[in-house]
């Protein structure tokens, strides 16, 4: 049988791409399109390196493994969620070879077909079930600079601005020293630092088993949250949100 390498590597890469996009909504996560790509894209050359005569040693279960590991990385990070998306997609990628093995004999349509017809299975029917979580894409922008940031999607946090009754979104301290330049100590200290920036206003807080206390906040322009845009009011905690996690902010059950 005749395998032209060109059509090998188109297939492995609509393959990895589709197995990609099922894990991430299996784990609640957004496509991530930008990481999707070139991850799938690493998974089509290194199926068509593997079928060159002299390379095909690469095809073994070390080097599988390496291969997977990489686009693992590429397409979802180095935290703790994206080990366990990782461990996800390597699931998929072996129920994948099974189905289309025991359907058309390994060919590749019926590869093609069964990775179709997983990405439709973990679109249509779990969407995110796995996962306790869901997190929501925000893109946030100030002075020239725009940070690209996930959002958990927490239902218990019911913070509101006291005047406007609108929902609060709630960055990490690493976003306002990112975005803003905002230290931890004048987060800390919102009353001292409200003149930093113009805009800057208190948002009054309450956690369960902590005293109240004050946020900084600051209304964004044009900001993207998931597909839509608006102009959220965003406040900044004096430390970071998550620890080896995936998102930077939490939103609550409305956004």
């Known amino acids: 049988m005749r395998v032209y390498l060109d059509v090998a590597v188109v297939l492995n890469f ?12 299996l784990a609640g ?4 399109l930008r990481r999707a790509v070139p991850a799938a894209l690493l ?59 025991g359907l058309g004999r390994g060919s590749f349509l019926m590869l093609v077909l069964a990775a179709v017809f997983t990405w439709l299975l973990c679109r249509m029917s779990f ?12 893109e946030l922008s100030w002075g020239g600079r725009t940070l690209q940031l996930l959002a958990l999607r927490d239902t218990g946090n019911t913070l509101r601005d006291p005047i406007s009754g609108e929902q609060v979104l709630i960055a990490g301290a690493d976003v306002g020293m990112a975005l803003l330049g905002l230290t931890r100590q004048q987060l800390a200290h919102p009353v001292e630092a409200m003149g930093e920036i113009p805009g800057l206003r208190l948002i009054p807080y309450h956690g369960v088993g902590q005293p109240g206390g004050m946020l900084l906040a600051l209304r964004f322009q044009n900001a993207k949250i998931g597909n839509t845009y608006g102009s959220p009011l965003v406040a900044f905690a004096p430390e970071v949100l998550s620890k080896g996690e995936a998102y930077q902010m939490l939103t609550g059950g409305v956004v």
């Open 127 to 138: 969407r995110g079930s796995l996962s306790r979580d869901t997190y929501i894409p925000v």
């Open 29 to 32: 996560f957004p496509a991530a």
């Open 43 to 101: 998974g089509g050359v290194y199926g068509g390196i593997c079928l060159i005569p002299g390379m095909m040693f690469l095809g073994n279960f070390l080097w599988r493994g390496v291969a997977l590991c990489l686009m693992a990385v590429i397409a979802f990070g180095w935290n703790r969620s994206a080990l366990q998306r990782g461990a996800v997609f390597v699931l998929l990628s072996m129920a994948l070879g099974g189905i289309a093995l």
């Open 14 to 25: 609509l393959v990895d791409f589709l197995l990609i996009l099922g894990t991430n909504r």
